[in-house]
């Protein structure tokens, strides 16, 4: 019986198992220089437990030696599962070298007592490698253990080994007060700690967060021009490092090539402790052996000038060769932008100024484009805490500025102004809105296209953004004041010649949505041609004797007394006829997004099985010849959108343009027969390379219609 009686108290207990509260607190490492090549590294730490990560350290830069100084609290069911720590090297943007790993085996550790730890790092693809050790501190308690008891042993332990690691007490690099404990009393930075050799460290680098620095460095990396050959076939396989400071940026790697093209963007802090030297220096990667060195160049930054996009070709010191970047100096929250109480546009006078400047007499530029960056609401969280740390990036072709950062924050307020030099009225001024990440590149929030000329002076207007795609919103909203000022003249001569090239832009990637949309948009363009065709065909088939006695009597008219100029009196009454009957304009948009329909894509591939990894590296073989198909279809349907476009009244400037040109050609026409217009067309075409022999060939009517949006442009703006 009592046997019996005993048997569910024991399974009441095995099911009532204690609950358990692991602090560890991450102190300091030594790291050894045996995977790195540079003899430093960027080390970070992450915990796992049960094959999850439930931690993950700060990073600290350029050190074999960091000191963390963070705490973290776990709740664990059981003890059997030994707690796994890993150290990885960080590599912005590329995957992060491991550094070792070592096993806290929790079964061991005396409860309700702060225990230090040392635990040594190993590989397990060689065990007998010392690869350093981490320092820790241990609280092992059950939960139901008071709090404080927990927090006075940890305490007590900190102060123990401050005590044991100084005799006298150190200054803080802040200059706040004495210390007399590990951490100085500003709170916000670990100044002097002891390693394992008893030997005093002070730190290099402060709390990156206690920071403030005085400047963006936004470079996009564009190309190489004329570099020597390092590989036996007389080519390289280039890529670029950036250093400036204790910061380190590393492009990817073109393959076999003298010329490569990166069109990378990132950005650099310029810290006050930060020399203004940008230090690049390209090589070429050599499989299985050390890379080769190709050549160096400097940049020294403090003689750029701010918040403007500089294209510079620096040439390589010790070598032949080009490297051609985009620079751009933001100020920091420190230097202000501009404020906006002083913004050259709501001075009455500098207004007129400006607008003196983009009068029709001067021919000169073609206008500026101010914007005023009030503020966001409702942006998404990106961080684990809630909130997101967000920065705005306005981009005009290929001029790129950004705002400070506001921390914590999903309505963030930046009241800035940015001033633009408009080179093309056509051009569209992009606002993106990232979250800044200290050890990683920056989270996407949304963007928002604007056009220039849907925009209306003065007027502030909260912009939905929109995801990567800019096929659907997003959450949250900007709120922006832009001013356009613009010479008329200048810009509808800048209309018809090529337009700038973006150095940004993506590669095109294979896009099964893609082709399918861009296979419905020539189709739909194809079924337009198709019904007029049935339309005119069913006049010769007299399926109505009115339309067809109509269209006969107009087809003898018009035959019998055509003359060229007729021709484009033809386009230009129609444009006429859909200006005054423009109220299906403002139904443009709402049938455009129903011919769309979006799918979300996942861009994450790395869960993907192996039978799809297959498809996809069979599907990556024909990869060319889908882009050149995507890429044609395309450009038909584009075009004869914006044909359709043109003529719709989408853009008023372009159409009004179009009416222009019209006139003129038809007033041309009219008064001079045509043999003398095409006979000063080709001696145009003949001597246009022996006027001018850097001419650039172009063709105005394809210039022209390369301004006017296509339907996924419409619908996307």
Known sequence: MGGKGTQPGRQRQRRCSPVFLLSPVLFYGSMTALFVSTGTSDPYVKFKLGGKEVFRSKTIHKNLNPVWEEKTTLTLDSLSEPLYAKVFDYDFGLQDDFMGSAFLYLESLEQQRTIPVTLVLKDPQSPDEDLGSLELAVTLTPKDSPIEERRDSTTMLLRRSWKRSTKSPALCPFSCHLMNTFQCVCGVCVCVFVDQNQQSIRLSELHRKSQLWRGIVSIALIEGRNLIPMDDNGLSDPYVKFRLGPQKYKSKTVPKTLSPQWREQFDLHLYEETGGVLEITVWDRDTGRRDDFIGRCQLDLSTLSKEQTHHLELPLEESRGFVVLLVTLTASAAVSIADLSVTPLDDPQERREILKRYSLSNLKDVGIVQVKVMRAEGLMAADVNGKSDPFCVLELNNDRLQTHTVYKNLNPEWNKVFTFNVKDIHSVLEVTVFDEDRDRSADFLGKAVIPLLNIRNGEQKGYVLKNKELTGPTKGAIYLEIDVIYNTVKAALRTVVPAEQKYMEEEPKVSKQLLQQNFNRVKRCIMVLISYGTYINSCFEWESAQRSIISFVLFVVVVWNFELYML??????????????????????????????????????????????????????????????????????????????????????????????LCFATFLLYLIPLRYLVLAWGVNKFTKKLRNPYAIDNNELLDFLSRVPSDVQVVSN
Request: net charge negative; hydrophobic share 45%.
């Open 568 to 661: 484009p009196l033809g386009l230009l009454l129609l444009l006429v006829w859909n200006y005054f009957f423009s109220s299906s304009r403002d139904m443009t948009d709402m049938s455009m997004e129903a011919m769309f329909e979006w799918e979300d894509e996942d861009e994450d591939k790395e869960d993907k099985d192996s039978e799809h990894k297959g498809f996809m590296n069979k599907l990556y073989a024909i990869q060319d010849v889908f882009i050149s198909v995507q890429s044609a279809l395309d450009d038909v349907a584009s075009y004869g959108e914006r044909m359709k476009n043109t003529v719709n009244w989408t853009v008023p400037f372009l159409s009004w343009l179009a009416i222009t040109a």
